[in-house]
């Protein structure tokens, strides 16, 4: 067995509505996942024993770790052991909004089922992917999409957003299960299955009124500094801004790279930042 190298990208959330609270304990929403270019990278290689590493320690290695968890659950369902070594880059943030952990999962179940010819089909795939979390199925095949019930539900979208994007994360980490207790389900007032095609300048103007995050309204209030990111955004040029998820990260659209980037300069000796 050949070592191998995959990119496993972060998204973002073009505009987040909660829609209901469900009977399951989980809730309805409605989103689009957008890939962005931003990568965790997992490195598979030959062992006589299953390993797992992370290159940031506080990243948990054990059983807690979704990618151990797909080498579990791959192992039950084709029947048959897999011994590989597999080490995780971290370069996307934890606790940012931006998918990490899905994306690393379901890049492992991706590529161990077909190093260790598992036999396992998209669909099957799909079915272990939504148990290990709601929007891991998004990233077995990343295109921009509308996810709706819990996330799993997915529609591709022919969807562009051809600016430069810059993410800024503080040292904020938003707790995703405090986030949906105290969010307040509503109807969506626009509907984002709207967005198609490449957005232009003034259709992202447009949208900073319509397409709307329902976490930011708890989230702002519980952590300004967060609000004033976004708010100094716009005061640097961006085009549009929202937070992505649950928190921390905001992102920010811009005309040009040159604006871009010295919105970059004004963040980055604060929070860490990243120009997609």
């Given amino acids: 067995m050949k070592t191998i190298s995959v990119n496993a990208p972060a998204k973002i959330n073009f505009g987040l509505n909660i829609v209901s609270r469900r009977a399951d304990g989980y809730h309805n929403i409605e989103t689009i996942f957008y890939p962005v270019c931003l990568y965790d990278t997992l490195t598979f290689s030959a062992s006589e024993k299953f390993s797992f590493t992370v290159s940031d320690p506080s990243i948990p290695s054990d059983s807690s770790n979704l990618v151990v968890q797909v080498k579990n659950e791959l192992e039950s369902a084709a029947n048959k052991k897999i011994n590989v070594s597999i080490h995780l880059k971290k370069n996307i943030p934890v606790g940012a909004g931006l998918g990490g952990g899905s994306s690393d999962a379901a890049s492992a179940l991706l590529t161990l089922n077909d190093m260790f010819h598992c036999g396992l089909t998209l669909a099957e795939l799909r079915i272990i992917a939504g148990s290990l979390g709601s929007d891991v199925p998004f990233f077995l095949s990343p295109v921009p999409s509308f996810a709706e019930s819990r996330g799993e539900i997915l529609s591709p979208l022919k969807l562009k957003i051809e600016f ?11 707790s995703t299960a405090w986030a949906y207790k105290n969010c307040k ?27 709307v995050n329902d976490f930011e309204r708890i ?46 300069e004004f963040f980055q000796d604060r929070y860490l930042s990243v120009i997609c």
Avoid: C, W
């Fill in 185 to 211: 389900p509503a109807l969506p007032k626009f509907d984002l299955r709207n967005l198609h095609g490449t957005l232009s300048n003034e259709e992202m103007i447009e949208l900073r009124t319509k397409v």
């Fill in 164 to 174: 430069p994007l810059l993410i800024v994360k503080p040292a904020i980490h938003i």
């Fill in 219 to 264: 989230v702002f209030d519980d952590y300004p500094e967060i609000r004033e990111i976004k708010q100094k955004m716009y005061q640097l040029g961006a085009l549009f801004s929202l937070m992505t998820g649950s928190g921390s990260a905001v992102f920010g659209i811009f005309k040009n790279n040159f604006d871009a980037e010295t919105a970059k």
